[in-house]
């Protein structure tokens, strides 16, 4: 138990929809990474939040966007869905921004379907 | 860039015998390196980690030493359980920057049969 919930486990989108991921992290953990992983890939990173702010971004187009809220939850959303963003999303939370001794917690991921 | 190359799964091994899955990386700059466990159904967990040269990251019976010489962080375990049937991520993270920014392997799954 990581304390990372996602919601939904499911979703099935058609092309050209907008999709809206949710999160909520472990309480005072002020930053939130995203991940996409493709199936039989390993999770690529799309951005983080730290406070609130957009604090590193990954190869993913504008039409990826997140929110992040003062109540430790955040938002991952998507327009103009192409059938290659079907995959797993995964959010991470952790205390801080850096570091090599801070541990990533990751929820258990929206299984996203584009048809 | 920075990149992780795993060992091609899906392997299959027998309670009791030994494992290894290898992992070898590419990085602009000194990473620390990770393993990662993905049990079905499950997030990502931490299973351990290694911040520099000749660092052994060790957990639940599994190691990995950082070999910077071959670029190098290979997971072993001497007798493996049923119970580690999961899929591994081996993964990088360079410093420098101001994002906790993790980059993985494609994953290799084991499955463990009594």
């Known amino acids: 138990e990581t304390g990372v919930t996602q919601s939904p486990t499911h979703l099935i989108k058609t092309r050209g929809q907008q999709v809206t991921l949710r999160c909520s992290s472990q309480?005072?953990?002020?930053?939130v990474s995203w991940y996409q992983q493709a199936l039989g890939q390993g999770p690529q990173f799309i951005f983080q939040y730290y406070r609130e702010e957009e604090n590193g971004r990954g190869n993913f187009p504008p039409r990826f966007s997140g929110l992040q809220f003062p109540n430790y939850s955040s938002e991952l959303n998507v327009n103009a869905l192409e059938l290659d963003d079907s995959a797993l999303y995964l959010c991470?939370?952790?205390?801080?921004?850096?570091?090599?001794?801070?541990?990533?917690?990751f929820g258990s991921g929206t299984q996203l379907s584009v048809l | 860039g920075n990149s992780v190359t795993q060992m091609e799964g899906p392997v299959t091994l027998s309670e009791e015998a030994f494992l290894t899955i290898n992992c070898t990386y590419t990085?602009?700059?000194?990473?620390?390196l990770f393993w990662y466990v993905q049990y079905p159904g499950e997030g990502l967990q931490l299973l351990l980690k290694a911040t520099k040269a000749d660092d052994k990251g060790s957990n639940k019976g599994f190691e990995a030493t950082y070999r910077k010489e071959t670029t190098s962080f290979h997971l072993e375990k001497g007798s493996v359980q049923v119970s580690d049937s999961a899929v591994y991520f081996c993964?990088?993270?360079?410093?420098?920057?101001?994002?906790?920014?993790?980059?993985f392997g494609k994953g290799t799954l084991l499955t463990v049969n009594p």
């Open positions: 309480s005072g953990h002020n930053t």
């Open positions: 990085a602009t700059g000194y990473p620390s």
């Open positions: 991470a939370s952790s205390l801080g921004v850096t570091g090599l001794n801070e541990k990533l917690f």
């Open positions: 993964a990088l993270f360079v410093g420098g920057g101001s994002n906790y920014k993790l980059t």
